[in-house]
């Protein structure tokens, strides 16, 4: 039996100090709305993320959930904000004084990797800094946001052996203002650690496991000879090497958070170890790693939070296979895998293994919702008995609630398999239970929707199925009556 195992992401570790975070990409065919996606992240107890915008739309989404948000000013706005004060005020008060504190914003991530991918706004990038904390200070938040600037991590040169690290000199005229900035609001370094891209370059010098947390024999570990330290793992040696770095240039208080990390699990034929397995080590070590609190070799006691890259696939964007199969859960809510959070088996929020439902897309065009439905109450051989006129489930009577009771029974009775909760696009899975009242669902424990063991698969985004049994099913909101229907499901199954 195929089943859809869930992700478990702790909020924040035993005393509280670290914590794991997603960020939540767009570019996506069939992207979820804000309300779907919170959907989820509610259904995983995800309680930290990072947007690459400051969507209006996905901020009053996140209202009153108590998720913590960093939000972020575009690489292409980053030039005006730059360059006028007045422009960085409007900003914030369009953006963040709006919706706080209903949604409770506590970072803001200015530009993207700068100073390797647009190194034309380097020049303004401490100013749009400031300008954006001067503009919360005038809004009183300054307290309770913290700005910064996402780094990428070839912004250090030669971070093996760490203690020789330092940053790309060209940058001082950047990096020391930008370094004395964060120190004097007690904001932190944003670093973005890609190990993934560590290990894939040409000389292949780091091992597979050191790259994925995977535990090495004390000979095996990289040791830096002026410190001694030993390094088990790709991602303290850079973390550390950022640490150092600062402190060539005499900070040493300021400490890390890891924007983005994680490692792809799918790629193409150059690209072999973009695997779900070795996806699924790299991000459930990396959650164990970070939720101990353990710091890193150099700064034991200084934990390191971390964002995972990311929330989902991205099918749109450019690039190797890779960079579209970094996420966590396909669009349509299904896990790309299971975290493997223990030593023997997976732990979950709640113990929802098994507690899986598939449920229409309130935003999905009504006509292709209407036409899965169609599909599923006929070819797909549900018992939508239900959904009749006095019956249990015939209320709310509109085509999103009946649509969801007929692709969660299809998706039930097919033993949650992968792609039975689809239906072109107008369907996704979730953790949360859509029995409402009298009228309980498949596979939440009540005795609805019968299984009718059919084999037929649920229309895909390639299927050809069409909604021609929409005038025979499915009439104005109402099925029509149980005799015809319970004849006509009848001889679909004979």
Request: glycine content about 6%; some cysteine; proline content about 6%.
């Amino acid at each position: 039996m195929a089943i859809l195992l869930l992700l478990f992401l702790l909020a924040c570790s035993v005393n509280g100090d670290s914590f794991i975070g997603v960020n939540i990409g767009t570019d996506i065919t069939n992207m979820p709305s804000p309300t779907e996606i919170v959907a989820l992240l509610k259904a995983q107890s995800i309680q930290h993320v990072r947007l690459y915008d400051a969507d209006r739309t996905m901020l009053l989404a996140l209202a009153n959930t108590g998720i913590r948000v960093t939000v972020s000013v575009p690489n292409d706005l980053l030039l005006g904000i730059g360059q006028s004060n007045a422009t960085a005020a409007n900003w914030v008060a369009h953006n963040i004084v709006v919706h706080v504190p209903a949604t409770n914003i506590t970072a803001i991530a200015v530009g993207s990797e700068v100073l390797t991918a647009l190194p034309n706004a380097a020049p303004v990038l401490v100013n749009a800094l400031q300008y954006i904390q001067s503009a919360l200070v005038a809004a009183n938040l300054d307290q309770q946001i913290k700005v910064s600037t996402p780094h990428s991590s070839s912004v250090i040169i030669d971070s093996f052996p760490p203690s020789q690290a330092f940053f790309n000199r060209t940058w001082d005229h950047v990096m020391v203002p930008l370094l004395k900035f964060l120190q004097s609001t007690g904001s932190y370094l944003m670093l973005n650690v890609y190990p993934y891209y560590d290990y894939m370059q040409p000389d292949r010098s780091i091992p597979l496991d050191y790259a994925l947390f995977r535990p090495l024999p004390p000979n095996k570990e990289a040791v830096d000879a002026n410190t001694m330290l030993h390094y088990t793992n790709v991602f303290d040696a850079v973390i550390d090497a950022a640490y150092f770095a600062m402190s060539y240039l005499n900070f040493t208080n300021i400490p890390v958070v890891v924007t983005e990390s994680g490692w792809p699990s799918k790629g193409d034929s150059s690209e072999p170890d973009a695997t779900i397995d070795n996806a699924n080590t790299y991000n459930s070590n990396l959650i164990r790693h970070v939720l101990n609190n353990s710091g890193t070799p150099k700064n034991p006691k200084i934990p390191v939070s971390t964002y995972i890259y990311e929330l989902y696939n991205e099918d749109l964007r450019p690039g190797p296979a890779s960079e579209k199969n970094w996420g966590l859960f396909d669009a349509n809510g299904a896990p790309v895998y299971t975290l493997h959070l223990t030593g023997a088996g997976t732990v979950f929020v709640n113990d929802t293994t098994n507690q899986t439902f598939c449920v229409a897309k309130g935003s999905a065009d009504s006509k292709m919702l209407q036409a899965a439905l169609d599909w599923a109450c006929g070819p797909g051989k549900v018992d939508c008995s239900p959904l009749l006129e006095g019956q249990e489930c015939y209320e709310p009577n509109n085509v999103v609630a009946h649509a969801t009771y007929a692709f969660n029974a299809y998706y039930q009775q097919l033993d949650k398999s992968p792609g039975t909760c689809d239906f072109k696009g107008v369907a996704f899975v979730t953790t949360t239970n859509p029995s409402h009242g009298s009228c309980k669902f498949p596979g939440s424990g009540g005795k609805n929707g019968t299984s009718l063991n059919g084999t037929a698969l649920a229309p895909s985004n390639t299927s050809t199925a069409s909604g021609c049994l929409s005038q025979l099913y499915y009439n104005g909101g109402s099925l029509i009556s149980s005799v015809i229907l319970g004849a006509l499901l009848l001889s679909v199954v004979l």
